[in-house]
């Protein structure tokens, strides 16, 4: 006898021994709260706009805002922050419009597909925050250097080490390196908490997608 | 939400629920992991029950939400502890009605069927509710060919457990 038929035969006799909860137990089920993973992916995705938001914030005071200006680098840095504030609203319609595309009565490789997709425009602003903090950073450094008040003492101490190209070669990898491990900290960061919460449903996805190959 | 609503939605919950109580067999090891996720189906239940709109059976809607929940939306099912094995105390209350190589036969199917990953488990458990191939590669949102071959590699995977 085929294996399954068996199995079949005994799963449909199966009922009986099934538990049987009551209308009550139900009822008071339905005011529970959901703990689903698009309820965690909702909230961290909140999260991250306030964070980047404030921190980009936080960052424009009345100091950095003298600084700027006495640096020249004040135009600039504002367009950016024009620019990043319409990004923001894009990011957050985007947002917006893929989760309520999530839809639990879809078939189950199109829901998967449309949380992936929730994640990946929280993925896309954080990736832009760090671009931006980055270029940022760029921009402070170059205004310091030429304006600032210690950019004399380094330019001289570039010129008293002998070899200058050597001197800049060296400070330009000094930068890179301290960008390069903040990314890399935030890239394990986000590895962390998304790998958790989404690596079932990643493997699920896959399968399915490999179903349709 | 109104009483009505309610009302009607706990009473038609009720008298299908034995397809959750059979999902949270197949995905969850123990007792509390098995209230958990028949909560969790409850609430995802609700939440669309507002647009069911009754032009398909409240079974068949049923299926499609709590499996949605059980492979995609439950996160916790991993982080349980195997306290008890459920199948195996279901077992210990049938064991008289059957005789003994077909009881073993059956003990080693559902050991199998429960170590098989969660879409093979979604597939298995619609094969076993009598779904035809349409309403299962409706379900999972894969072609009804790709379900059929998916099922017979499903079958051999079963058939080299049971007979190594």
Known sequence: ?213 | MNKELEHKFVTELENNQNIVHKICTLYTNDRHAHKDLFQEITIQLWKAYPKFRGDSKFSTWMYRVALNTAITLYRKSKKRVKTQDYDSVIYKIKADDYDETEEQQLKLLYNAVKQLGDIDKALIFLYLEDKDYTEIAETLGITEVNARVKMNRIKNKLRTILNP
Not at chain 1, 136 to 156: A, C, Q, R, V
Request: glycine share 2%; proline share 0%.
């Open chain 1, 1 to 213: 006898m085929d294996e399954l038929e068996l199995l079949k035969k005994d799963w449909q006799k199966k009922e009986e021994h099934l538990p049987r909860l009551s209308f009550d137990e139900i009822y008071k089920m339905i005011w529970k709260k959901s703990s689903s993973i698009v309820k965690w992916i909702f909230y961290i995705s909140i999260i991250e706009f306030v964070l980047w938001a404030t921190l980009n914030l936080i960052s424009y005071n009345q100091e950095s805002f003298q600084l700027e200006k006495a640096w020249h680098i004040y135009e600039i840095s504002t367009v950016l922050n024009v620019i990043y504030y319409f990004v923001l609203i894009y990011f957050i319609y985007k947002f917006y419009q893929n989760y309520k595309q999530i839809t639990v009565t879809d078939s189950s490789s199109k829901l998967m597909k449309s949380i992936l997709k929730v994640k990946r425009t929280v993925t896309q602003y954080v990736w832009f925050n760090i671009g931006i903090f980055t270029i940022s950073f760029l921009l402070l450094l170059y205004g310091s250097l030429k304006y600032g008040e210690e950019s004399e003492k380094i330019l001289s101490a570039a010129a008293k080490s002998g070899n200058e190209t050597l001197f800049w070669v060296m400070f330009a990898v000094i930068c890179l390196v301290i960008i390069g491990l903040i990314l890399i900290l935030i890239w394990l960061f986000y590895r962390l908490i998304y790998g958790i919460l989404l690596k079932r449903l990643r493997e699920n996805y896959r399968e399915l997608k490999k179903l349709e190959v």
